[in-house]
């Protein structure tokens, strides 16, 4: 198999491609980003649009090789790179990794899109951000609940779950560092006061070799 670095196609901080560049980074697997300006809405350009007509990232790329979309681009890097494993070891194992995928995928990501975006975008506090908030910090207490048993979500090494879950509680930790009295409205800062292992977490995940190559370059 060639050596040849990946490319993915990102938009800085969002958080599907995210997902992506942490599992190449949990992976060792050698990338390059390739950071796209939504502002601009770069991903809607001719020359994006032939690699993903639909318009959006993620994109894995490589010679001729296209993935889109986060969950099939973390199968096809499990498949191609089995070691070290994202999906588990164990059929057990595997399936408690994609329940926290499809928890992150639907409940954690309408929650968080609830409260985080309008956060950043400086909007008045409304009744929905605050349910928002409510479903985001439970599911936050439950995640923190899950890292009782274990440096990870799913156990002592890194998966899928934990590259599909960072980059919304991340995401919620930066709400925090630019809205805190906001947040604190809401309910969801300081995180290490309600999820003290979840923000521990955090720090282990900023910790990983490579992880430099995802954080978001607008923060900077």
Known sequence: MTTEAYELYTISGAPRPWRALLALAAKGLPFTPRLLSGQKKEQKEPAFLAL????????????????????????????????PPLFGSSPLE??????????????LRDAADAVIGPVFRGEEVTPGMH????????ELVRLDGRLA??????????SAADCFVFPDVRLALRAAERAPEVMRRLELAP??????????????????????????PHWR
Do not use: K, M, Q
């Open 94 to 107: 595997t399936a408690r990794i994609w329940e926290e995928v499809a928890v992150a995928e639907h409940d």
């Open 52 to 83: 993903n007509p639909r318009g959006r990232t993620p994109v894995l790329a490589r010679g001729d090789l296209v993935v889109t979309e986060s969950i099939a681009i973390l199968a096809y890097l499990e498949r191609a790179h089995p070691t």
């Open 191 to 216: 995180l290490a006061d309600f999820a003290p292992r979840l923000r521990a977490w955090v720090d282990r995940i900023e910790a990983l070799p490579g992880y430099e190559l995802t954080y978001p």
């Open 149 to 158: 048993g274990g440096a990870y979500l799913c156990g002592d090494r890194i």
């Open 131 to 138: 349910e928002g908030a409510r479903r985001l910090r439970a």
